[in-house]
């Protein structure tokens, strides 16, 4: 029997010692509606962590607030429960193929491997927390999956009381690691900020989480294939993160405009939906202006013409799918230019403006 | 019909630019360090260029009549106001210079400390009331010298102090008090005929500005480095160092092998060299060329010297200035028993090391009752042992709790990865870690 997908998703918005959040548990849910639909993994094994499930800490007990790390720490045992249930019955110890672990919450990065969030009853003096990426990395050195994706959007700022709690469960020191998998994205690099901001009308949403999102339901598809690649993803992310942020935001060196994304292992994070044909990928508006009326064709990555137009108005509006592209307009040609498939902040698609020289 | 092949050439004035071609879905299909020259189908491409934490993009149609792409040098982020960082005045390294020429106040013999605290904007308007307050430097005596006394060049703008002070060879801190009145120290050594110069940005910190001490860089020479192109290097080197990147290109390589002239380049590119694979042979001709600047007693110099397959190598009894360095001892002291000596300066700190990034950090005790961060790593260790215990509880005994009477307390005989992995999460040898297991 083919080993399930699990996922870990954790969003937490209560902070009473340290100030509480607005779109964590939004953006957590967000992604398990995704992960448990598009993203394959059965409702079942998917943990869903947020605020609202638990009840309020007494405001005189913020260290009683939930979630804390136990939560977190019984998923872990939970998948190394399976482990041995596995084991037992004579499958191996592997636990699945993939592992999603998705957290939003206040976060702090004394280094780029230190990295850890927050649980609900953390204080400054108190600062309790997981070390996700290091429970990444052991999930997938261990052996307990082929493939490891991490999400976290959370700030990294340094906060110095905080030590990390390392993960509390033994490699399984399964061979075959050359054929694991994994991609991991952090929402900011150090010392920097993740920003929640109202975004699209519906409450407070995280720059990340969003970018992520969009990418993950399809904007980061390869145009030619259909797969949403670790490469792809990736791109999509440190193109498309501050296409959400003002000229204020951007101009803040605190503030993420980019992710911290480790050079993946290349492998495909969702593949093409049923019947992909490239003139099913989505499109994104194009502005060319030509110096006047023209003929004008646009090539493609592989110099191939993309599309035609004899007499091509100016301004010469087109749509593209996301990806290189040149635009020829003979004499004259304009540098090479990328359609991102950005979206900005209205949730509109961001208008590419090219002109020919 | 194969498209036709041309060689896509990058150059970059930064011999440590890491760069990458992607293909049209964003696959990375060349990669280089300095200088690439690939051979690629036709076609349009995008390069990206990064030196340090900053990086330029650039996308080219690659067919035979492509020029050379060429990338400038580009701008870092530095506290140290070196040429080509992004956060560098002229007139902030000109305070520099003149601190450094001014007469230095001597509490000592035979070396030098130079410290530096700034301001940085855009528009160089952000004042700082006392940019010299806060800070002081803490001696071998244990005696304190506020950073105001020896400050002698103070300016408006971009605030700046700027401070230099003759000092007898040793061990010395740079202490930081913070609002609440609790302190922040990291190391300074001062080695024979060296200036250890220390340069701080401003950052908020408990809604004040505050010399951002843990994030500060050092350099270590024998004059102000504001022009030095090899501190510069050093800065995108501990940025690679931080961030796990690959920067050593033969250019680099060719430095470590025996022209490196600021030691913080050497110290910093050994620890990259030991990330490297068959690297044994330049790793030792750098340690000891760092041991011949420095001197075999310099702890990160020490730290060194553990990964050179000496049996016995000589204790160390002061805290390294980096926080690899700190890794490394920490990491050695579990097969080395006395690499760190039992009362030194050393094992002092390693209670109250708080978790950092670059530079070894700690927080020294409010008085001689306060444990209050052994206390704290001690809550990491006892939530670790219970997680670990419960992990192995056979199935169906339940959630293991330390009062559960099925049970019993939680075994602290732990295996040598979980005493790694404690050790690295809270930063403290062997030792540290074995008194709080005994303490659970």
Known sequence: ?357 | MSPSNSTLGISSDDPTAQIKVFDGSANVVARGIGALDAPLADGLYKIRVRVGSEFQERLVALDSKLPQQHFDRLDIASPIPIDNTARSHEYHQAAVRQAWNYPAPALGLGSRLLISAREWSLDNRRSHLDPAGALSIVLPSGDKVNFAAIAKVRQQGDACAIGVVDVDPGFYAVELELPDGSRLRRALHASPGWTTQLYMLFRDAAGQRLPDLAGGSVAIAHQPVVHDAQTRLAEIALDALTQHRAILSDHMRQLLSGKFEQPLLGLIGAHLLLREPDQTGLFGIVVDNLTSMLGIDHPDVGALRTKIGETAPAPVTEPPMLQVSWDLLVQASSRIPGLIPPGTAAARIAESVVPADAWLVWQPPAGQNDTSRLDAKLEVVRAYVQARAQARLPRGLGTFAFDSPIVGPPSVDLDEEARSDLTRALGVPRMTLDTLLKRL
């Open chain 1, 1 to 357: 029997m083919p080993l399930a997908d699990r996922a870990l998703i954790v969003g937490i918005d209560r902070y009473p010692a340290l100030g509480p959040l607005s779109g964590a548990e939004r953006d957590a849910t967000e992604f398990y509606k995704w992960v448990t639909t598009a993203g394959g993994v059965d409702p079942a094994n998917a943990t869903s962590i947020v605020s609202s499930a638990f009840e309020r800490a007494p405001e005189l007990k913020p260290w009683a607030e939930q979630p804390a790390q136990q939560a977190i720490d019984d998923f872990f045992h939970a998948v190394q429960a399976t482990s041995d249930e596995n084991d037992a019955a004579g499958e191996g110890p592997q636990v699945g193929k993939r592992l999603y672990m998705y957290f939003s919450g206040h976060g702090f990065a004394p280094a780029l491997d230190k990295s850890g969030v927050l649980m609900a009853n953390a204080s400054r003096t108190a600062p309790i927390n997981v070390a996700a990426m290091w429970w990444a990395n052991r999930m997938y050195e261990g052996g307990w999956f082929d493939e490891v994706l991490l999400f976290q959007d959370a700030c990294r700022e340094p906060m110095r009381q905080a030590d990390l709690s390392p993960p509390f469960l033994v490699s399984l020191g399964l061979s075959g690691q050359e054929n694991r998998r994994r991609f991991f994205a952090l929402s900011a690099k150090n010392d920097q900020l993740s920003l929640e901001k109202a975004i699209g009308g519906g409450g407070a949403r995280g720059v990340f989480s969003v970018t992520l999102l969009a990418g993950l339901r399809g904007a980061a598809r390869d145009a030619r294939t259909g797969e949403i690649t670790a490469a792809q993803l990736k791109a999509y992310l440190q193109s498309n993160m501050k296409n959400l942020l003002t000229p204020q935001e951007l101009a803040n060196p605190e503030i993420a405009n980019q992710p911290e994304v480790f050079d993946p292992d290349p492998f495909v994070i969702v593949g093409a939906p049923p019947g992909w044909t490239a003139a099913a990928a989505e499109e994104f508006p194009v502005r060319v202006s030509l110096n006047g009326s023209r003929d004008a064709r646009i090539i493609g990555h592989d110099l191939k013409d993309h599309v035609t137009q004899t007499g091509a108005p100016d301004p010469w509006n087109v749509t593209l799918p996301r990806g290189y592209f040149r635009v020829l307009a003979d004499p004259f040609s304009s540098d090479v230019f990328e359609v991102t498939g950005a979206l900005v902040a209205d949730g509109a698609k961001e208008v590419i403006d090219v002109a020919v020289q």
